[in-house]
């Protein structure tokens, strides 16, 4: 028998072949992307209006199971007991790993897989929000909205980031370094002179100079990358919501996940824009985020009220000259008929002076039949940035959120 | 590597190679190469090989090796042989002086049975790390090629992959050509040659049906789909060839893994025993031996079943007790004599089935187990009545037995290609969920309607899967 062959063990190889890199940055897409798939379950799912942004939430992953043809539970397995294995013992669950899996070459049956991983709630709000803008933001007169745009270079540092690491540079310095040291042993060569004899010190300068001179850390240059911060125009949000007798708790939760998902975005993702609440019934008025959320009134519904005092709001202190205006609005649609004319004016003036002027309708399944709609009256507004969606059930809440601000709507 | 030095490791394998030709093993040239914890967990995601095509799949078992590993949920194997010439193993440079000797005496006993195991002709292992590369450089060319890119490379991969283990198991039989299927179905659909001819009733003629594709049901359904589907591009041909090669360099095995586990096993316990380590190695020895071979309640570790087997063999060739004499006669053959052949000739299920005795069954408390409501519960142990079941069960579960036999049946069913496959129902349903997304997969590689018939709770279902989505039908 030939003799075997020994590798030994190199840790310039090891650390160079981290292989895997590729295939597991793939696989953290994928787990990305099926919690982006799910996110309008998550949010149907998990009441996150007011939760805090470090809690965890559970989501299920299902790009990223490895489907094969394999054998459900009435398959039955052999195990090995400890001695006195009787029958009618217990000795698993099923729905995960059983008894009877030896660490088999594959995977033969469905089993320990990740179903789920957790992710923080801003995690989820970044990744939600990740295509998704304001839309027809414009350039006005006075400029308070900062956003982060991708960076320019600026200079060189001492430290930073390996992939910045400026070869060029590092090698020049390298070099000065080195120029610099030599010239150094030839000065205090000079001075040994005086006391060594002259040849001597001749020979100290030339073993310098051949000597290996490797990089030291002080060579090593960065480049830096210096955020740019871009005034963007001004912008106010408007979040209109109904508190009528008729808008039940169902119908509230609907609004309010809704317009909570437009806070979080707006929070997220624009620094200073500014958000106004108007809570209206027969009579409109602003209130804080507080009350927005938490409270609830009665009475009948003047849809118009809500839209004069936005109106009024705009007209006082958001003049659409200066500001880009976003209203939203979440009603039943239980308007009083004889608003409806009002309503529908108010409205028109409303698209005017918005950039982007949306209704959600909620309906709860079923109460679109004996409920009178609003829709229908604004099917008569012809203005291009008034959008309208139908909010049925919490499955919507998502995608209707999407409809509104998703990038590629612009395009149309 | 601190208490020791290459040179130590060296030496031993030196005194251990003696050993395994003393003890007449048939090894090819081995290799060992000294990582470190992660560079294990790099060759384990990718089943052992130095190069291999990418795809998200080893990331995640990758990640998930790891996040084990990490959390101290699961340790790393001591070793990693892959069956190549010359064989190739992995050696953990954490690993203390006497684990290495066991884990390269261990690798030799593996080394010998890829060599000698008749399962294992069909690998061509002298190709190996070849092959590997070539098909890792074929999917790298494709996922460059800006005409086809890595999300299409991925589609058929993903599909392919899950279709993988649906070849054929056997692959010491020769699957015959079209044509020759072809001869046979004509020479038996011939009227037998009958000198009562007169006197018997005569026998219905069936014609052989010649168009039909395929002509007898296939069981390859990745090549299948490749030969028959005249929509895919080459490249999508060639990685389904290539996702079959690598499938069927894996049957092997998964076909062997508790005789291949078993007599590694066996013989680094015979090799080193016979190495005469000094007291301090021996106890460790014993520890560590014990720590890989012992027996897992609740579980069925491949290599304490595999060990005991193997032992038993041997024991009962060398030493038969008198009942053994009594019931099978003398033995003709030693027990070296007996292990070697049987090494050679057997797999796992023919292994269990011959040599897995009922006296051992009971030692080692064998008992069968099935779902009732959400637990798993013990309903025949090793008893006089129970041995018989419970053996067949755990033939049922080892090594491609695992895997729902699933064969072509028609590739033109109802004259619009849609693909007829059928499960051949052993008493196992088909998990509902894996089939759908499964047989989804299937349809995307075939690009037709694909159906299956199966059986579920008792009745005949067909599952269907076309553009509109998954459903399930009765049958009468």
Known sequence: ?412 | MSSYELSDLIEWDTRIRAKVEEFGLDCFAQEFEICDHTGMLGYMAYNGMPSHYPHWSYGKSYEKLKTLYDHGMSGLPYEMVINSSPSIAYLMRDNTLLLQILTMAHVYGHNDFFKNNFTYRSTRAELTLETFKAHALRVRHYTEDPSIGADQVERVLDAAHGLSWQCRRNLAIRKLTRDEQLERALEQAQPRFDPYKKIHRPVEFHEADVHKLPIEPDEDLLLFIRDYNPFLSPWEKDLLTIVDEEAKYFIPMMETKIMNEGWASYWHKRIVESLALEQGLHLEFIVRHNQVVRPIPGQLNPYHLGLRIWEDIFRRHNDPTPEEIKRDGAPTKTGDQKIFEVREVERDTSFIRRYLTDDLMREMDLFQYQARGGDLVVDKVADEEGWREIKETLIKGVGTASIPVIKVEDADFGHNHTLYLKHYHDGRDLHLEYAEKTLGYLQRLWGRECVIETVLQGKRSQLCYNERGFSIRALK
């Open chain 1, 1 to 412: 028998m030939v003799d075997s062959i020994f590798r030994e063990y190199r840790p310039s190889d090891a650390e160079r072949s981290d292989r895997s890199a590729g295939d597991r940055l793939r696989h953290r897409q994928k787990v990305r992307e099926s919690i982006r798939e799910n996110i309008a379950d998550i949010i149907a799912e998990e009441s996150i209006i007011g939760k805090d942004k470090d809690r965890v939430i559970k989501v299920p992953l299902r790009g990223v199971k490895e489907y094969r043809f394999v054998y459900g539970d009435n398959a039955a397995g052999v195990s090995q007991g400890d001695g006195d294995a009787r029958p009618g013992q217990v000795v698993g669950k099923t729905g995960r790993e059983g008894p009877g899996k030896g660490d088999d070459v594959a995977g033969d049956r469905p089993g320990v897989d990740y179903y789920e991983t957790d992710v923080t709630l801003e995690e989820l709000v970044e990744i939600m929000f990740e295509d998704l803008e304001l839309p027809n933001l414009e350039r006005k007169a006075l400029r308070e909205i900062e956003s982060d745009r991708l960076a320019k270079r600026k200079g060189y540092r001492h430290v930073g980031i390996r992939v910045r690491l400026d070869k060029r540079r590092t090698a020049r310095q390298r070099v000065m370094r080195k120029l610099a040291s030599i010239r150094s042993e030839h000065s205090r060569a000079a001075q040994a002179e005086r006391v060594i004899a002259a040849e001597e010190a001749g020979e100290v300068a030339e073993e310098a100079s051949e000597r290996r001179f490797p990089f030291h850390h002080d060579d090593l240059r960065y480049r830096h990358i210096e955020v740019d911060t871009r005034e963007e125009s001004n912008a106010v949000v408007l979040c209109i919501m109904d508190t009528s007798g008729s808008m039940d708790t169902m119908k509230k939760y609907l609004a309010r996940s809704f317009f909570f998902l437009l806070y979080q975005f707006i929070s997220t993702r624009y620094r200073s824009v500014e958000i106004v609440f108007i809570a209206h019934h027969t009579e409109a008025r602003e209130v804080s985020e507080e009350e927005f959320f938490h409270k609830g009134e009665s009475g009948g519904t003047f849809i118009s009220s809500g839209y004069h005092k936005a109106l009024e709001i705009i007209a006082a202190r958001y003049h659409p000259s200066l500001w880009n205006v976003y209203a939203f609005h979440c009603s039943d649609g239980d308007n009083f008929d004889s608003d409806n004319p009002a309503a529908l004016r108010a409205a028109q003036e409303l698209s005017e002076v918005c950039n982007l002027f949306g209704y959600g309708e909620i309906k709860p399944l079923g109460s679109r039949y004996y409920e009178s709609s609003m829709l229908n009256v604004f099917r008569r507004l012809e203005a291009p940035n008034f959008h309208t969606v139908l909010i049925e059930r919490k499955e919507d809440i998502w995608p209707s959120f999407k409809a509104f601000l998703a990038k590629d709507r612009i395009k149309e």
